[in-house]
């Protein structure tokens, strides 16, 4: 792994009412590499500005990204629409993270790269943030409030027995299906569901549909005010799965932030001439 550090600010600048964020390169991570494993090309970007301390969730999206070359570097699989949180309680990152693909061992600079950056600043909407008291009561029914059917998310939480009795009612209706099927077709089923993800006593799943990436952070928030700590999370397909470092409290209050037309900025993304190491 090589880094070089640097101090290259980039032209990119948005000046309203005030608001002046410059983005500027601050880090080059340069992996260049034939093999399949920790390979690429990642730069640390930071934004300076008072603004920054509202932001709780940042993403971007690239249009250009090219070596000196002329090989593009997008990487298909990182341009993604989900936020990062951002200045949140249990998150530190203070900066945003480009990963693009391997440039060409002839390449000595990114000759442009050239997007966008979107901020959450949820200070600037209080409808950006949706709330539901008693939240481990609406275990394994679908969450309902105006700001979620506004941001076309849907949502559902499930605590461990929730959670197990819909494993058990996928595998009876898969079983089901099964009947009649030939026995390699039934084993394929069984073994399917067998292999169904188990919850731990602290663990949480959640069921997310939200196509549009709106959904910036969720948590739970203990009856002082402080959000229960999360260790770690899988995800298979829809279903997220997260353990606590302690049982979610019966009291909890679940809350959702979601970016809102009001509630975000973006900001040009443009850089030129990034020397790699």
């Not at 000759?111 to 009561?137: H, Q, R, T």
């Not at 203990?222 to 799965?241: C, F, L, P, Q, Y």
Request: aromatic share 8%.
């Amino acid at each position: 792994m090589i880094r070089f550090t640097f101090g290259l600010i980039c032209s990119a600048l948005l000046a309203s009412n005030a608001l002046a964020l410059v983005p500027s390169v601050s880090e080059v991570t340069d992996n260049r590499t034939t093999g399949q494993f920790f390979s690429g090309l990642k730069l640390k970007v930071q934004l300076v500005g008072d603004e920054m301390n509202d932001v709780k969730g940042i993403r971007y999206m690239l249009k250009t990204a090219i070596d000196d070359t002329g090989r593009n570097l997008i990487d298909p699989e990182k341009q993604t629409a989900e936020f990062k949180p951002y200045n949140q309680q249990s998150w530190h990152q203070k900066y945003l993270e480009l990963e693009l693909k391997n440039p060409s061992r002839k390449a000595a600079t990114i000759k442009e790269i050239a997007g966008e950056i979107v901020l959450y600043m949820p200070s600037k909407d209080p409808n950006s943030k949706v709330e539901f008291a008693n939240a481990l009561s609406l275990s394994g029914k679908p969450l309902k409030h105006n700001g979620l059917r506004a941001a076309e998310v849907k949502m559902t939480i499930y605590d461990k027995a929730a959670y197990d009795k819909k494993k058990a009612d996928e595998k009876a209706k898969q079983e089901a299906a099964a009947k009649g099927t030939q026995g390699g077709m039934r084993q394929a089923f069984q073994n399917m569901f067998g292999g169904f993800m188990s919850m731990g006593e602290n663990d949480i799943a959640f069921e997310i549909d939200d196509p549009k990436g709106r959904i910036v952070n969720y948590m739970f928030v203990d009856s002082a005010g402080n959000e229960v700590k999360r260790m770690s999370w899988i995800t298979s397909g829809d279903i997220r799965t997260t353990s606590f470092q302690s049982p979610v409290p019966v009291d909890a209050k679940f809350v959702v932030e979601l970016a809102t037309p009001k509630s975000v900025l973006s900001i040009p993304l443009a850089f030129s001439n990034v020397a790699l190491p």
